[in-house]
């Protein structure tokens, strides 16, 4: 079973940057479209962005043009480079497959918080 875990999570001010890692234990971002979730306190998981095959990409509308989502396939990496970081951006991260079926489980997350 692939296991998924994040970092770069930590507390920034509005306007600040920081740049999510999700590394996994196998061969997976190749062959599947990826992506970053987030969960704010009392809310559902979202997808915020993800990555698919020849680099296609999507992007939730509240964080367009802040964010942009790469993979590296030989490091079995993703990143997430968050930009214009804003207080509703607060949340836990994940990183997980798009499509559930024969999805790994879920990682412990990395938490970002911004401050006003």
């Known amino acids: 079973q692939v296991q998924l875990v994040e970092s770069g999570g930590g507390l920034v001010q509005a306007g600040g940057s920081l740049r999510l890692s999700c590394v996994a234990s196998g061969s997976i971002f190749s062959s599947n479209t990826m992506g970053w979730y987030r969960q704010a306190p009392g809310k559902q998981r979202e997808l915020v962005a993800s990555i698919g095959r020849f680099e296609y990409t999507y992007y939730a509308t509240s964080v367009k043009g802040r964010f942009t989502i790469s993979r590296d396939n030989a490091k079995n990496t993703m990143y997430l480079q968050m930009n214009s970081l804003k207080p509703e951006d607060t949340a836990v991260y994940y990183c997980?497959?798009?499509?559930?079926?024969?999805?790994?489980?879920w990682g412990q997350g990395t938490q970002v918080t911004v401050s006003s």
């Open positions: 997980n497959t798009v499509n559930p079926s024969g999805r790994p489980g």
